[in-house]
């Protein structure tokens, strides 16, 4: 099994930043991708930022220019930083591990944590 456990999630006003972390432990090989995903009240869940084990990273139409992802494979861990928030960016932010290798399963595997909440204020 893999854990992943976000923080650095809160309050802030407009413009400010915010810089989220999700930790992965656990047995497993190796995690294939690593991403944030947030879902706002009432909405769906949406991709924010990808980042693959293989050095590639994505960010969503509605962040880009505003949020980094980066990734320490050292640490098992992905960070999303975020500034110049807006009203619009507050929502829950998820954590995903996508495509996790071990010797559990031949398949791959996927894993998520909890969230932390993002609150954006004017």
């Known amino acids: 099994q893999v854990q992943l456990v976000e923080s650095g999630g809160g309050f802030v006003q407009t413009g400010g930043s915010l810089r989220l972390s999700c930790v992965a432990s656990?047995?497993?090989?190796?995690?294939?991708?690593m991403n944030w995903y947030r879902q706002a009240p009432g909405q769906q869940r949406e991709l924010v930022a990808s980042?693959?084990?293989?050095?590639?990273?994505y960010v969503g139409d509605s962040v880009r220019g505003r949020f980094t992802i980066s990734r320490d494979d050292a640490k098992n861990t992905v960070y999303l930083q975020m500034k110049s928030l807006k009203l619009e960016d507050t929502a829950d932010y998820y954590c995903?591990?996508?495509?996790?290798?071990?010797?559990?399963?031949?398949?791959?595997?996927?894993?998520w944590g909890r969230g932390t909440q993002v609150t954006v204020s004017s």
């Open positions: 995903n591990a996508a495509g996790v290798r071990s010797s559990r399963s031949i398949f791959t595997e996927d894993y």
């Open positions: 656990g047995s497993f090989d190796s995690i294939d991708a």
């Open positions: 980042s693959t084990s293989g050095g590639v990273t």
